[in-house]
């Protein structure tokens, strides 16, 4: 399972600043059973946007969110709301924040930090999108993760060791994932995100306690520790 | 005068680059010192360049002092985490090293120790920070410092990068953060640099331009191929691949470049990578 938090309502809502309308995605996977994502938090976050100040479009919870080709098909009937908003809240974890990125060319502001994915990748499983940073980057980038999409995990730009748009360290395979989120934000006219300095990460958050970094299996087996063997 | 003052009043500066030997024998690295003694501004002093392990940055900027050249202390993110950049500045300051150039590095999978962990905890952004913060009396951890450092900070951009402006939106932000000079990426092409420095003139920065030596035709060949940010035009390949004198070619090309660009910018950076002996030829050559 993806362990997901909610991030603290004012770095959401500083996220939305100047941004009037927006449509919320929920997920009933992973995020459901986190309480972060589910139809009681999309509910509750309707209501703290609008008490802020803002116009909620509409919302839908999808069933799994980090399946890219669900949630395309998810989203189309509510192409209306979508294209009415100014931005996507997004509440899950890092994975299914850019599935969405990846299917809608809008904004999509993470609402959670990703804690734990409990050897689990999510369904959209062609590559690694998310490290469990448990400080969500993704509102910065454009809906791209610069930590795994970035050789060096670079938070402030491209390193000057792109070539060509590849990346110095897998030029075959790997493309610059600083130049993925320049072209992103570009597309999506907010290049002033790349401007901001970001600060030192706090990789103190890459070490949760254990019973969140950890399987289901991992709380049966301090059970079975408790049982001695006959 | 340091590069400091130098740069406030408006004096063109000659920095290059000396890289310490792989192994203790420091012999050609002071002989290379020599040479360059009164002929240059400052001379950067490399850490681990291309991820190549050997003598580091802080102990040759130190031999440096000695030998009677004003030192860059080069500082790449890739090997040490905060902890290790933020002490290794103290060390710098104690042993009267004013210059730095906070760089990210290149990752290690380039270099003689590809199995090595890359720890970029904090970028060149981040760690242009922290020294600000060392410079301010306290450290990224809050904690207040006796007695604080002060140094004349750089960094690096490429001017040459495509697209060039995910460099200059960085540049921005390490200015911010408190880059006081730049040195940039090798520039073979003059209109290119006219261009970027068009671009990046409201930061009112002084940026001194790369010039990386040509050794052959085959080494512009392979920059071209493999070093980002690098393009040598097909002309000057052509131009050393005919010459018989290829050395004295290389040296020519360079000084040719430094006057095509220097009324562009504030200053030249000449990497000479391993070619160290032949920077006085080119000031020569250039009339600096």
């Not at chain 1, 974890?93 to 904004?107: F, I, L, M």
């Amino acid at each position: 399972m993806l362990v997901s938090e909610l991030k603290p309502w004012e770095e959401i809502l500083g996220y939305l600043d100047g941004e009037g309308r927006v449509f919320i995605v929920g997920c009933k996977g992973c995020a459901e059973v986190c309480q972060t994502g589910g139809e009681a938090q999309v509910a509750e976050a309707k209501q703290k946007l609008e008490e802020a100040g803002k116009t909620v479009t509409g919302s839908t919870v999808v069933d799994f969110l980090c399946d890219k080709a669900l949630v395309k098909l998810r989203l189309m009937p509510h192409e209306e709301e979508i294209v009415a908003a100014d931005s996507l809240l997004v509440m899950t974890c890092g994975v299914g924040v850019q599935a969405t990125a990846a299917v809608v060319d809008k904004v999509t502001h993470p609402a959670c930090n990703t804690v734990n994915q409990g050897g689990a990748r999510g369904e959209w499983r062609g590559s690694e999108r998310c490290r469990e940073c448990g400080d969500c980057l993704l509102d910065m980038t454009g809906g791209i993760c610069p930590i795994t999409a970035c050789s060096k995990s670079l938070i402030n730009g491209p390193c000057g060791g792109a070539k060509d748009g590849r990346c110095e360290v897998e030029p075959d395979v790997r493309e610059c994932g600083w130049q993925l989120i320049y072209e992103r934000l570009k597309k999506l006219n907010r290049l002033d995100r790349m401007k901001e300095i970001v600060p030192p990460k706090a990789y103190s958050k890459m070490e949760p306690p254990k019973h969140l970094r950890s399987t289901i299996m991992w709380a049966l087996e301090q059970q079975e520790k408790e049982v001695p063997a006959p | 005068m340091s590069l400091r003052d130098k740069l406030a009043s408006g004096k063109f500066v000659v920095t290059t680059e000396v890289g310490p030997p792989k192994g203790v024998d420091i012999e050609e690295m002071s002989k290379n010192a020599g040479l360059l003694k009164g002929k240059i501004d400052a001379a950067n002093v490399t850490d681990q360049q291309s991820s190549v392990m050997r003598l580091g940055s802080l102990a040759g900027c130190y031999l440096l002092k000695q030998w009677g050249l004003e030192p860059v202390f080069q500082a790449t993110c890739r090997d040490r985490n905060r902890l290790a950049l933020e002490s290794d500045f103290l060390n710098a300051y104690v042993m009267g090293i004013e210059n730095a150039l906070c760089l990210t590095g290149d990752h290690v999978s380039l270099g003689d120790h590809p199995d090595a962990k890359p720890v970029f905890d904090l970028d060149s952004v981040s760690l242009l920070q922290a020294v600000k913060e060392l410079e301010q009396g306290h450290d990224l951890g809050g904690k207040e410092l006796k007695g604080s450092p002060h140094f004349f900070l750089g960094a690096s951009v490429t001017p040459g990068a495509d697209p060039v402006e995910p460099q200059i939106l960085k540049m921005e932000k390490k200015v911010k953060a408190g880059a006081q000079f730049f040195q940039t990426q090798a520039m073979y092409e003059p209109k290119q640099f006219e261009e970027f420095m068009k671009s990046v003139s409201h930061l009112n920065v002084p940026v001194l331009v790369g010039i990386v030596l040509l050794r052959s035709a085959a080494m512009a060949r392979f920059m071209n191929k493999n070093v980002a940010g690098i393009f040598v035009p097909e002309s000057l390949i052509e131009e050393m691949d005919k010459a018989e004198k290829k050395a004295d070619k290389g040296i020519e090309i360079a000084a040719r470049l430094i006057n095509e660009m220097k009324d562009m910018c504030q200053g030249v950076h000449i990497m000479a990578i391993g070619m160290e002996d032949r920077v006085p030829a080119i000031l020569t050559a250039a009339g600096l």
